[in-house]
T-cell receptor, first 114, second 114 residues
């Protein structure tokens, strides 16, 4: 079965700082990778996804992520964070073909200080 | 943008009572899901539903849980006899296809069992 690890549980940054959140997965086959964001009091929203092709994917709100197959990683990045990026960020994976259900990481709480 | 909608947003129930959480998936979607998030923990998959039957379920989805699509629009999760440990945020989700296709989440239903 696949699993997802997010090693940063709580990250505090100042506005304009650069962000990188780590995500590693364990699964030997083909995977689809996702980053979701959960703003305070809101539902999970898709930031970006990787299915195949260019391993560097760009999402909404200036976020991007790079799939490095050899490292089983899909780290999320943003060059310059804003206060409004304060939220919880979840990495998730499902397998292709196979298990459609998403397996989530434990999440990273990002706090951006003005 | 189409949304997954859920009701109620918050429900408090006594231990042992039955609870039904309701969801209206996005209209042209074919796959439906329930996930839950216990406070402070990761989002966990419960069940997926396709073509009027369960296509996948997790170990959490035991006999006290059931899902139903009673009509063409609603998708429900029933918990027959609630336990304290069922207190969580329950997210409904839907996707057009399984596998890598994007899963869209609702805003969640907070269930508090007392």
């Amino acid at each position: 079965a696949q699993s997802v690890s997010q090693h940063n549980h709580h990250v505090i940054l100042s506005e304009a700082a650069s962000l990188e959140l780590g995500c590693n997965y364990s699964y030997g086959g083909t995977v689809n990778l996702f980053w979701y964001v959960q703003y305070p009091g809101q539902h999970l929203q898709l930031l970006l996804k990787y299915f195949s092709g260019d391993p560097l994917v760009k999402g909404i709100k200036g976020f991007e992520a790079e799939f490095i197959k050899s490292k089983f990683s899909f780290n999320l990045r943003k060059p310059s964070v804003q206060w409004s990026d304060t939220a919880e960020y979840f990495c998730a994976v499902n397998t292709s073909p196979g298990r459609r259900a998403l397996t989530f990481g434990s999440g990273t709480r990002l706090q951006v200080q003005p | 943008e189409p949304e997954v909608t859920q009701t109620p947003s918050h429900q408090v129930t006594q231990m042992g009572q039955e609870v039904i959480l309701r969801c209206v998936p996005i209209s042209n979607h074919l796959y439906f899901y329930w996930y839950r998030q216990i406070l402070g923990q990761k989002v966990e998959f419960l069940v997926s539903f396709y073509n009027n039957e369960i296509s996948e379920k997790s170990e959490i989805f035991d006999d006290q849980f059931s899902v139903e699509r009673p009509d063409g629009s609603n998708f429900t999760l029933k918990i027959r006899s609630t336990k304290l440990e069922d207190s969580a945020m329950y997210f409904c989700a839907s996707s057009e296809r399984g596998g890598g296709n994007t899963i869209y989440f609702g805003e969640g239903s907070w269930l508090t069992v007392v």
